[in-house]
């Protein structure tokens, strides 16, 4: 009877010293969680007022904001870091706040629960905790700035300024819980003998898909601040950061994910660090010591490519190293793996080529280059725009294996030398590619009458794939994929009728047919599936693992 009042006793100890800690870890995270805003010295800025003029055109001091007539919005703003912030959140205040509605949306799509969601927020900010500190003073003003603009409804995740802080860390979280690239970006690059009038081009694609709505609202940002240099970026509502762009030196930067390992803290975004660059470095050089002074927790490729060296490198950075590729050549190409002699040939990497879409899209990229003869920005468009796989074979349409994967979020075309940038209206790089000219877009110094920037006479027209009965089928796909991932039901017979050579279709009606217990269909989808070409090596491992289990029944 005593041994077993000790028994409980300790048993209750332990408990309580268990609920203890419990109580303590939730606490710390609490604190952690918590970012304060900057001290601005001066806030004036809050004050100011949009002047709407009708039909989408807004104005704010020299800053301003218009719809396009392509379908895509433009932004200049100018200034110090603080007011710049303010003015753009004021501006594209709707925008703002809608693409936080459609990021917000996603994630309650993946999450249902808001008690989980409200706990994610802790985790989230536990693994950022240290994310202020790894931001310069300008950006984080900047940041702040914007965040006034931002929505009250979602003050249960956090702060305005703390969300939209950590949603500059979203594409670093996201690609390193993962582990992978959340489908791979593709970028290029050619100049001298390999252009037809020697003029550096540089072509990229963006494949980062966080929902179609979030792709609706695309920004082209220029930018003139009160220090550095002049920059566009494209963008999207509330987000100052940079993933494609070019500043007024001739100095254009894109990034594309390479493969990471999960980080135990967070380090400065990697958008910020492109931005960075833009905003500071008119060479190679500058670049590269911009991003070799800044921490980052995952493994990225900036492909820079420089007016003033009359070249293209590409910066490979981990967490843990930095180095440098440069081709020597007229050309460059870059997908989601390394290619330096020092990271080119490390565990992860090595992983990274055999196991994901990157070196089959990189090889692709070279029999397109072969083929193409000296380059132009049409030709680089229609690589850009290339749904083949290797030897012009068809692999289904959005397949990560192609160059076009119908998913990217923009394309976008530089000419440095020139200043001039295209930019693809929707839907993804198969709508028109509108020309800026960075020279004249500057030159303006503010607008008072709503006017088109774009140069018309450089337009590039859409694909005509838009036309055609493929187009149509690949909508009727998505729409049926859609479907299946909200739990509606779907005929499977018609979903892989719309994209017959995509291995996708097979797993998506396999994967349906296997939770309905109908194996003996499944089993099929699956079988035919492997007789495609199929992304990576994970997606190939599921389909065996689930032929397997049908096997064994």
């Known amino acids: 009877m005593l041994k077993r009042k000790k028994f409980w006793r300790r048993l209750l100890y332990v408990l309580g010293a268990l609920l203890l800690l419990l109580i303590i870890g939730a606490v710390y995270i609490v604190q952690v969680s918590k970012i304060d805003p900057p001290k601005v010295a001066d806030m004036s800025a809050l004050q100011w007022q949009r002047t709407d003029h009708g039909n989408g055109f807004y104005t704010l001091k020299n800053n301003w904001f218009r719809h396009s007539k392509s379908g895509l919005y433009e932004l200049y703003v100018e200034g110090e870091p603080f007011e710049r912030g303010v003015v753009n959140g004021k501006l594209t205040a709707e925008l703002v706040v809608r693409q936080e509605d459609h990021f917000a949306g996603q994630i309650e799509k993946m999450i249902p629960s808001r008690f989980k969601r409200g706990f994610l927020k802790y985790l989230i900010g536990f693994f950022n905790r240290n994310l202020d500190k790894n931001v310069t003073e300008e950006y984080k003003d900047e940041i702040y700035g914007v965040s006034e603009s931002a929505s009250p409804a979602y003050q249960y995740l956090g702060s305005n300024y703390a969300r939209i802080l950590n949603y500059h860390a979203a594409h670093d979280i996201?690609?390193?819980?993962?582990?992978?690239?959340?489908?791979?970006?593709?970028?290029?690059?050619?100049?001298?003998?390999?252009?037809?009038?020697?003029?550096?081009?540089?072509?990229?694609?963006?494949?980062?898909?966080?929902?179609?709505?979030?792709?609706?609202?695309?920004?082209?940002?220029?930018?003139?601040?009160?220090?550095?240099?002049?920059?566009?970026?494209?963008?999207?509502?509330?987000?100052?950061?940079?993933?494609?762009?070019?500043?007024?030196?001739?100095?254009?930067?894109?990034?594309?994910?390479?493969?990471?390992?999960?980080?135990?803290?967070?380090?400065?975004?990697?958008?910020?660090?492109?931005?960075?660059?833009?905003?500071?470095?008119?060479?190679?050089?500058?670049?590269?010591?911009?991003?070799?002074?800044?921490?980052?927790?995952?493994?990225?490729?900036?492909?820079?490519?420089?007016?003033?060296?009359?070249?293209?490198?590409?910066?490979?950075?981990?967490?843990?190293d930095l180095d440098v590729y440069d081709p020597k050549k007229d050309f460059i190409v870059c997908t989601n793996h390394f290619q330096s002699k020092g990271l080119g040939k490390t565990k992860m990497n090595i992983e990274?080529?055999?196991?994901?879409?990157?070196?089959?899209?990189?090889?692709?990229?070279?029999?397109?280059?072969?083929?193409?003869?000296?380059?132009?920005?049409?030709?680089?468009?229609?690589?850009?725009?290339?749904?083949?796989?290797?030897?012009?074979?068809?692999?289904?349409?959005?397949?990560?294996?192609?160059?076009?994967?119908?998913?990217?979020?923009?394309?976008v075309v530089f000419e440095p030398k020139k200043l001039l940038v295209w930019v693809s209206t929707s839907p993804w790089q198969l709508g028109e590619y509108v020309a800026y000219d960075l020279n004249k877009v500057f030159a303006l110094k503010g607008m008072n009458t709503d006017r088109e920037v774009i140069d018309s006479s450089l337009i590039v027209p859409a694909d005509s794939f838009l036309l055609t009965n493929d187009y149509r089928n690949f909508v009727l796909f998505r729409n049926m994929k859609q479907r299946i991932m909200d739990g509606g039901t779907v005929n499977t017979d018609s979903l892989v009728a719309s994209n017959p050579e995509f291995y996708n279709s097979y797993v998506l009606a396999g994967d349906y047919l296997y939770k309905r217990k109908q194996y003996a269909a499944a089993l099929k989808n699956y079988e035919m599936a492997l007789t495609r070409v199929i992304a990576t090596k994970q997606e190939e491992d599921h389909i065996r693992a689930q032929i397997k289990k049908i096997i064994e029944k």
């Open 352 to 411: 990274q080529e055999e196991q994901s879409a990157s070196s089959y899209r990189y090889q692709r990229m070279m029999e397109l280059l072969n083929a193409n003869g000296k380059n132009s920005v049409q030709k680089t468009i229609r690589i850009l725009r290339d749904q083949k796989g290797l030897n012009n074979a068809n692999i289904g349409m959005g397949n990560e294996k192609a160059v076009n994967q119908l998913i990217a979020h923009h394309s």
């Open 174 to 320: 996201g690609h390193a819980v993962q582990n992978l690239a959340m489908v791979g970006c593709t970028s290029f690059g050619t100049w001298g003998a390999m252009s037809e009038d020697s003029t550096m081009i540089i072509g990229r694609n963006f494949d980062f898909y966080v929902g179609d709505k979030f792709a609706e609202d695309k920004i082209v940002a220029f930018f003139n601040p009160s220090t550095g240099h002049k920059f566009m970026t494209v963008t999207w509502g509330g987000f100052t950061g940079a993933v494609s762009g070019m500043n007024d030196q001739g100095l254009s930067v894109t990034i594309n994910a390479a493969k990471s390992s999960l980080p135990t803290g967070s380090a400065t975004p990697v958008s910020l660090v492109t931005k960075e660059i833009l905003q500071y470095a008119k060479n190679i050089n500058e670049a590269i010591a911009i991003a070799r002074s800044r921490k980052m927790f995952v493994s990225e490729s900036f492909l820079v490519a420089s007016a003033a060296d009359n070249k293209a490198v590409i910066i490979e950075k981990t967490p843990e």
